[in-house]
């Protein structure tokens, strides 16, 4: 089961395709580190970023971080913005789900884009 | 084709997500974009403002992915505060999807009119055709079409056009001094 894939299919279609171009663009990116308008640290939690996707509104912010190997990021959990703030739950959900996926092989796989 | 081709080909199917990703190939990518050229040019957000005539705000605007009200107009002001080219068009899916899925770092590269070496490389030879004819005066101008594009074509033509259609191409000869 992937996690990620489970959640970014219940977004609208617009948000997807939205976050599906972030990735994809930042794939590519000559810019190091990325801009903080397309993903910027979490402040209060070591180690996690939040991507900056807007769609119809709604922030939706996945959480992820930068491993397990070089030059690779790992998206850990799809969170959306409430009232200006994430929920706490989603964020400490990040942090370990960040734990596991540093610590053991064979977590994560590649963003399926499906 | 590749996996995320594949698996974004199958998204592409619905209408909603396909008219959304070919939105987001503008509003998304092209902040990276022009953040990157104007880093590149040695720019502040306040100095391609002056250039191209706004305030640093709207520049920092332009660089937010997520402030989706890029303009044609706009960007056509900051191609020229860069000093290059803009090409917006109409195009197959396949194409957009194509060039999302395949696109590399190098394609954020794009050389200034002045490091240009497909114009500015050619700029001799251009001038030595021109000197070239001179001494002879030029009494029309050809447009040549290939074969089998349809010219559509109603009511009377304009008084200085002359439409000539022989077995390999159409051409139209639009001649001075009629």
Redesign the interface.
Same mark, same amino acid.
């Given at each position: 089961m992937n996690v990620i894939r489970q959640w970014s299919l219940t977004l &609208?279609?617009?948000a /997807?395709?939205?976050l599906?171009? !972030?990735i994809? %663009?930042l794939r %590519? $990116? &000559? !810019?190091w580190p990325w &801009?903080a /308008?397309?993903v910027s640290r979490l402040r209060g939690y070591k180690g996690i970023y939040e991507l900056? %996707?807007?769609s119809s509104g709604v922030q939706y912010r996945p959480l992820g971080c930068h491993g397990p190997g070089k030059k690779q990021f790992t998206i850990l959990i799809g969170s959306v913005e409430k009232g200006g703030k994430l929920p706490k739950s989603d964020c400490e959900i990040a942090v370990e789900r960040r734990k596991i996926i540093l610590d053991y092989e064979g977590r994560t796989c590649e963003h399926?884009? $499906? | 084709m590749s996996l995320v081709r594949q698996n974004l080909a199958a998204k592409f199917t619905d209408k909603a997500y396909r008219d959304a990703f070919v939105a987001e190939q503008i509003f998304s990518r092209l902040p990276l974009k022009i953040r990157y050229l104007r880093e590149e040019q040695g720019m502040t957000q306040r100095k391609l403002g002056e250039v191209a005539g706004m305030a640093q705000t709207w520049v920092s605007k332009l660089e937010d992915p997520n402030y989706g009200k890029l303009t044609i107009s706009t960007l056509l002001k900051v191609a020229s505060a860069f000093d290059v080219g803009l090409q917006i068009d109409f195009v197959p899916y396949s194409k957009v999807l194509s060039d999302a899925v395949y696109r590399t770092g190098g394609s954020f590269v794009v050389s200034k009119f002045a490091d240009d070496p497909g114009i500015t490389g050619m700029s001799g030879a251009f001038s030595g055709m021109v000197q070239g004819t001179q001494s002879t005066q030029t009494m029309g101008t050809l447009i040549t079409f290939p074969e089998n594009v349809g010219i559509a074509t109603s009511g009377t033509a304009p008084r200085n056009v002359t439409a000539v259609t022989s077995s390999k191409a159409t051409t139209l000869a639009q001649v001075a001094g009629l």
């Open positions: &609208p279609q617009a /997807q395709a939205k599906d171009t !972030i994809l %663009v %590519v $990116s &000559p !810019i &801009p /308008q397309y900056r %996707v807007g399926e884009f $499906s | -």
